[in-house]
Nanobody, 121 residues
C-alpha cells in the first residue's frame, strides 16, 4: 500500500515563503516522476511543478522563478519551496507520484491528501 503524506502548508502574507514536503511510503519497483498540483476553489486541479527521477524539472509559467521543486531519491521525498507568494497561489496543494509497482507494470498515479496554502494579508 503506497501512501503519500504531505506537510508544510499554512497561511502566509503576500511576498512570504513556505516549504511543502511529501514523503512516500510502501513498496514499489520504482518511483518515476514526482510533482505538486494545486486546486483553487471553483477551478480544476493544475500542475505546479514536476521532477523526473533524473532530476529534470518542469514548472507552470506562473511560478517560474518563485517556486523550486526538489526530490531526495534515497528518502523518497519531494519538496516545493515557494517564495514571493501571491494571493493567487492560494489553493490546496497535492503531492503526486508516478509509481511503478512491479517492473512489468505501467506507472500508476498516487496522490497525497492535500495541504492548504493561503496567501492573504
Amino acid at each position: 500500500q503506497v501512501q503519500l503524506v504531505e506537510s508544510g502548508g499554512g497561511m502566509v502574507q503576500p511576498g512570504g515563503s513556505l516549504r511543502l514536503s511529501c514523503a512516500a511510503s510502501g513498496s514499489w519497483f520504482r518511483i518515476n516522476a514526482m510533482g505538486w498540483y494545486r486546486q483553487a476553489p471553483g477551478k480544476e486541479r493544475e500542475l505546479v511543478a514536476s521532477i523526473t527521477s533524473g532530476g529534470i524539472t518542469n514548472y507552470q509559467d506562473s511560478v517560474k522563478g518563485r517556486f523550486t521543486i526538489d526530490r531526495d531519491g534515497a528518502k523518497n521525498t519531494v519538496s516545493l519551496r515557494m517564495n514571493s507568494l501571491k494571493p493567487e497561489d492560494t489553493a490546496v496543494y497535492y503531492c503526486n507520484a508516478a509509481i511503478q509497482a512491479r517492473f512489468w507494470q505501467d506507472d500508476r498515479d498516487y496522490w497525497g491528501q492535500g495541504t492548504q496554502v493561503t496567501v492573504s494579508s
